[in-house]
């Protein structure tokens, strides 16, 4: 007896050791991190400058072949150093941590042998956001700024070269977007630059100097334009990705546990499934807004027809941003109310008018501080309506109705972005804030949306308008899914596309038409929305399944948010099997 439980006690201890953490490789580890960051910012001086990292601000990234080469000699360098760590070892961060820098490593890799948009995608060379970023940004003196702009400049002409050598077969889209928004890079150095030197007293020769070196960075910015309007492409590449690209893209992009034809399908049935249930109401809101008028037989026209006019209910232009600030404390009130997760009373969110720069772009967004300002803060912006034509204000108060206004808050602060932000900065990781996980992000928030509502959010007199016009909101992420895979894997075409987001999807012309634009310049991302809503809730559904009477929505959902932004599978594998 007593032999068997020493044995037992040496099993115990061999066991705990090969599945317990151990402090030294986790202490490796975080400076391992540590020290691929800082040389990660080497390599991409213009990534660094854009999430506040200045020390490199004076380079500047050449997209030549030598660099692609040294890039790909890096990540598989570091690729063969991340696979030295015992993961077993790690804690769960870390190990969330070595998965998204590992996965890193090997799209990077991909990107430069099998994406190949060096080549095809003209739009990706455009000098324009780092410089911008450097003069418009206050993080240092001007003068401080304008000496890094100065010594990037000298490098314009280089990088300009260099991207022409790369084009090879561009698809007839993306040669347009590139010329179009190289043209309005030119104002940065022909315009913002002059006004900003103007305002420094510096000596002549200086000045002079600068002025020389913004001309030749003016003139290869238009040579470009030039090179790519005299670009002579008889067989140009189509703007599809084609579904063998595609499905490694979504892999690498998403993180998703599933593939992005089960997306497809999953998005086709929730389409179907929305279509039901908005028929269901629209039939049962028929008299109220129709009386005796003859409902129509086909069911989406019938949903249309409601919808519109169950649109025409918003506030007055004026009111937009006042409604917005009066309906936060009502939802935070909510989230405490019905227990749906702990919420820092002593945070509250700050709403600001819309900076300049971002005028006219959304109604309303969530600014998050970078990874290297830890202590700042995270701003709702809402943009006024001031300026704007009767008639685009009208449009747009349309679809922010009274009850979408609502949803979109929810979306972008409560309990959506700014909350899941708010438990994210709990347990900071450098690598989660600079490779998060997009689907989880945008995921959480298409969450938020649904949970609110299946709480009994809106459920006033008018609970079928409010679950209505959710749908509607919801079928349009959907939508988005099934329009970017459908497009880039399945040869959908324009017709589709505009009947798929008009006719079944109930947007206006116009909208459908940006959408149309969007989803062939760029590709995948339309997806994350949709992936990230589609596997939280299947997530959710095992947990509830898993911890039988012990489950609590609250605890879910805060456990799930303690992860950080990581890809959801891996959140999953954190999760699920743990008793
Ligand atoms: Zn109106
Ligand atoms: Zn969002």
Request: charged letters at 25%; one cysteine or more; aromatic letters at 14%.
């Amino acid at each position: 007896m007593k032999k068997y439980l020493i044995l037992s006690l040496v099993l115990l201890s061999v066991l705990n050791s090969c599945n317990s953490t151990s402090d030294k490789e986790n202490n490796a580890f975080e400076q391992y991190k540590n020290s691929f960051i800082d040389s990660l910012w080497k390599l991409y001086p213009d990534w660094a400058t854009s999430v506040g990292y200045h020390n490199y601000d004076s380079l500047m990234y050449i997209p030549s072949t030598s660099q692609r080469e040294k890039e790909k000699i890096f990540f598989n360098k570091q690729l063969n150093q991340l696979q030295q760590f015992d993961y077993s070892k790690l804690s769960e961060t870390n190990k969330i941590d070595y998965k998204i820098v590992e996965n890193f490593f090997q799209y990077s890799i991909w990107q430069i042998e099998q994406y190949k948009s060096w080549e095809w995608n003209p739009a990706d060379y455009n000098v324009g956001s780092t410089f911008y970023y450097i003069l418009s940004e206050n993080y240092a003196t001007l003068r401080d700024r304008i000496q890094n702009f100065y010594k990037r400049l000298k490098d314009v002409p280089t990088y300009y070269e260099a991207a022409k050598q790369n084009i090879k077969n561009p698809s007839d889209v993306h040669l347009k977007l590139a010329i179009s928004q190289n043209e309005g890079t030119l104002s940065i150095f022909e315009t913002s630059l002059k006004d900003s030197l103007n305002t420094l007293t510096l000596n002549d020769s200086m000045k002079n100097d600068f002025l020389k070196r913004n001309e030749d960075a003016i003139n290869a910015i238009k040579s470009y334009i030039r090179f790519l309007q005299n670009f002579k492409n008889e067989h140009p590449r189509s703007f599809r990705l084609g579904a063998t690209l595609y499905e490694d893209k979504f892999k690498y992009e998403i993180q998703s546990a599933y593939t992005a034809d089960e997306i497809y399908q999953a998005a086709l049935n929730r389409k179907k499934y929305l279509h039901e249930e908005m028929g269901k109401l629209a039939r049962q809101l028929w008299k109220k807004y129709f009386h005796d008028a003859q409902m129509p037989n086909d069911t989406l026209l019938l949903i249309r027809k409601v919808i519109d006019t169950i649109s025409v209910q918003h506030v007055k232009p004026e009111d937009f941003k006042s409604e917005i600030e009066r309906q936060l404390p009502l939802q935070a009130d909510f989230v405490r109310k019905k227990n749906l997760l702990y919420m820092d009373p002593n945070k509250p969110l700050k709403v600001r008018n819309e900076p300049g720069f971002m005028a006219g772009v959304a109604g309303a967004s969530m600014s998050s501080p970078g990874p290297y300002e830890k202590n700042g803060t995270s701003y709702y912006n809402v943009g006024t309506l001031d300026g704007w034509s009767a008639e685009k204000a009208e449009s747009y108060l349309r679809e922010y109705n009274k009850y979408v206004l609502q949803i979109l808050n929810i979306h972008e602060a409560i309990p959506g972005h700014y909350v899941q932000l708010m438990f994210s900065n709990q347990s900071p990781s450098i690598i989660k804030s600079i490779l998060g996980n997009g689907a989880m992000i945008e995921g959480w928030a298409v969450y938020a949306e649904y949970m609110m509502m299946e709480n009994g959010y809106g459920n006033g007199a008018d609970s079928a308008e409010f679950w209505l016009m959710y749908y509607k909101w919801n079928l349009r992420t959907v939508c988005n899914a099934i329009l970017d895979i459908g497009v880039h894997t399945k040869n959908m075409s324009e017709a589709e596309a505009l009947d798929l987001l008009t006719r079944q999807a109930f947007q206006q012309q116009a909208e459908a038409e940006g959408k149309w634009n969007r989803v062939q310049v760029t590709n995948v991302q339309l997806t994350s929305y949709f992936t990230g809503f589609y596997e939280i809730l299947q997530l959710r559904e095992a947990y509830q399944k898993e911890k039988k009477e012990k489950y609590s929505l609250k605890e879910f959902n805060e456990t799930f948010l303690s992860f950080g932004s990581a890809p959801i599978k891996y959140i999953r594998e954190m999760m699920l099997g743990k008793d």
